[in-house]
């Protein structure tokens, strides 16, 4: 692929260092400096120093000989201080220690039939490296996937992997977004990962952030107007991507993404809060990935998807940008988990005071956004526009992620709050709706680890405003628990995932119900259409919800029944058919009747879910 990156007036070489045969290319932008200088820690000779050229962009660039992977180097602006490069593509010695040079070119890569997976295929698997195994690393995983595609998982994705202060992090603090965390096992291991998932078909997407960097390791304000003096998110300076000398900083994004694509051939990322990435040109940041991943598709061949985390419920994120979007192929819907989460948990109501009524889940399923332009108390305001029009396969729904257990001090996975009925039910809630599912790392047996916040800053100025910042955040939400020291080693052990869990037997009995739940939609047509066009939701008296699909004929139909109540619920099968048919039993939580008649009653077993199809060969099409 070529360099380019689509930025008008800049020029073919990329932002960071690339190995050519007799040497090294440097490239680091500094727009504000005078001078620059490349300091490469020699192996046995003294050390050399190279002054570097700039270019009217602010681009300081040197060729280096004789330098090969594994090379370490630090920049040196204005003669002064030295510090890593800001976009180094592996940091060894962690955030403060050198850079070092990369060979992408060394991974014998396996996975040249590879071009990708539907994205309305997709069932998510989120991972966080550190406490997904004993071990903590990207090569542990690989001997777990094939428990993951036993599941019946179609895509893993991986909690932030940009180098973090210290060896454990959730990884939102990242300062090098280009090198992936030395002690996970760096670059390298992360290919040996996407390979092995490809092999047996799971796509990889990461998790990145772009709204803000982590405090400590943070070099970029030594070398050029990274941060927007005028805007600041909730976790410290906007990155500056419509202020002076922001090109650069676009083209720094730019370019991390299409890193991802090109030299780890991943699938796709999902961005952190896109809500707080503020741009005010003409031609957004969104145009600007959105036009340069087009290139890199037509150049590569493969899918490369972008998913977006907002709290905006605005549908212009998830349109493209020719009808005035910001291109995202797909969102993470809040909305869908905060309405089934305080039906099943009342006490949930206490922090989801807008959600609580069933309508509002029969609205997430047939629309997306509960909240479409509706007065919401939490916002105190209106919010939100409709996304009735969207395909289903632009919203990923889940009933857990890394934020629900670690925004909560006691860090309690739903696996601790609510009993096993209600676990059935909520995977069913989520694995047959219309939207992408996806399970947070050990949901599928209900693992009950809790997972905390956890960190490892050095700073002691920076662990000081951390742990006031955490203590602030859980007071407006009226815990009355107090959360574990986030820096403490015991912390983060408590969270690593109990695997063996997975044989015991109510473990494994959740365990199955996912497998079959996933086995039904992988494989029956009503599922695997994501469109929304022929699903209608319906109430059954104040607790029981009736979700109907149909063929566009009408001649085959599935209706899935959810009693969200801790008593049993008499009411009617609803008629959908016109004829006497009867229902047959796919698949249900619990005991309840193998076939059903339309108009006939029914009595839905406590907190229940179930699925049953009409094959309907004498309906008439309307």
Not at 395 to 400: A, R
Not at 438 to 455: A, K, N, Q
Request: proline residues 6%; negative net charge; aromatic residues 12%.
């Amino acid at each position: 692929m070529p360099h380019h990156h689509h930025l008008p007036g800049l020029f073919d070489h990329p932002v960071y260092p690339v190995l050519q045969k007799d040497g090294c290319h440097f490239s680091v932008w500094a727009p504000e400096r005078k001078s620059m200088t490349l300091h490469l820690l020699a192996r046995g000779d003294a050390d050399t120093g190279i002054a570097m050229q700039k270019d009217k962009y602010g681009y300081f660039t040197a060729f280096a000989e004789g330098v090969t992977a594994g090379d370490l180097y630090y920049y040196l602006p204005d003669g002064g201080k030295q510090y890593p490069d800001p976009c180094s593509q592996h940091q060894p010695n962690g955030v403060h220690g050198p850079s070092a040079v990369v060979d992408h070119s060394l991974h014998p890569w396996n996975d040249s039939p590879w071009t990708g997976r539907p994205l309305a295929s997709m069932i998510f698997y989120e991972i966080h490296v550190g406490t997904f195994t004993a071990e903590g690393t990207l090569d542990a995983i690989i001997p777990r996937l094939d428990d993951l595609v036993s599941l019946g998982i179609t895509a893993i994705e991986l909690m932030p992997l940009a180098e973090c202060p210290g060896e454990r992090n959730w990884g939102y603090d990242g300062v090098f977004l280009f090198a992936v965390q030395h002690n996970y096992g760096g670059p390298d291991a992360l290919r040996r990962l996407v390979d092995a998932c490809h092999r047996r078909g799971i796509a990889v997407f990461l998790d990145v952030v772009y709204n803000h960097l982590g405090p400590e390791g943070n070099y970029l304000d030594s070398f050029g107007p990274y941060f927007s003096g005028s805007y600041n998110t909730p976790w410290g300076k906007a990155l500056n991507f419509d202020r002076d000398w922001s090109d650069g900083v676009r083209r720094f994004v730019v370019s991390n993404v299409l890193y991802w694509a090109r030299y780890f051939h991943l699938d796709g990322l999902r961005l952190d809060a896109v809500h707080e990435i503020y741009d005010r040109n003409a031609h957004t940041i969104w145009d600007e990935l959105h036009k340069a991943l087009h290139h890199w598709g037509l150049h590569s061949g493969r899918s490369f998807y972008l998913i977006a985390e907002s709290d905006t419920n605005d549908p212009r994120t998830i349109r493209m940008p020719a009808a005035g979007g910001h291109g995202f192929h797909a969102q993470w819907l809040d909305d869908f988990h905060h309405a089934l989460y305080v039906l099943l948990d009342r006490e949930g109501q206490q922090h989801y005071e807008d959600y609580g009524e069933l309508h509002q889940l029969a609205k997430a399923y047939t629309e997306g956004f509960v909240f479409s332009g509706e007065y919401v108390l939490f916002r105190r305001r209106t919010h939100g526009a409709s996304s009735a029009g969207i395909a289903g396969e632009q919203f990923v729904v889940f009933n857990q992620n890394h934020d629900l257990p670690g925004n909560r001090p006691d860090g309690a996975r739903l696996s601790a709050l609510i009993d096993g009925d209600r676990l059935k039910l909520a995977a069913a809630a989520v694995l047959l709706s219309p939207y992408l599912p996806l399970l947070f790392m050990g949901e599928e047996y209900g693992d009950d680890s809790p997972f905390y916040f956890f960190s490892d800053y050095h700073d002691p100025q920076i662990t000081a405003n951390l742990c006031d910042q955490r203590r602030g955040q859980f007071a407006g939400f009226n815990w009355d628990t107090e959360a574990p020291d986030p820096q403490e080693l015991s912390t983060f052990r408590d969270c690593i995932l109990k695997w063996d869990q997975r044989h015991e037997a109510g473990h494994r009995q959740l365990l199955e119900w996912h497998r079959r739940l996933i086995a039904l939609r992988k494989t029956h047509p009503l599922l695997t259409d994501l469109s929304r066009q022929y699903l209608r939701a319906d109430l059954l008296g104040t607790t029981g919800l009736a979700i109907c699909r149909h063929s566009a004929d009408r001649r085959n139909q599935l209706l899935v029944l959810f009693n969200f109540s801790a008593t049993a619920l008499a009411t009617v099968v609803p008629c959908y058919s016109r004829g006497p048919e009867a229902w047959t039993k796919l698949l249900s939580s619990t005991s309840i009747p193998e076939d059903l008649a339309p108009g006939k009653p029914i009595e839905l077993p406590p907190w229940c879910a179930a699925v049953y199809e009409l094959d309907d060969r004498n309906a008439l099409p309307d």
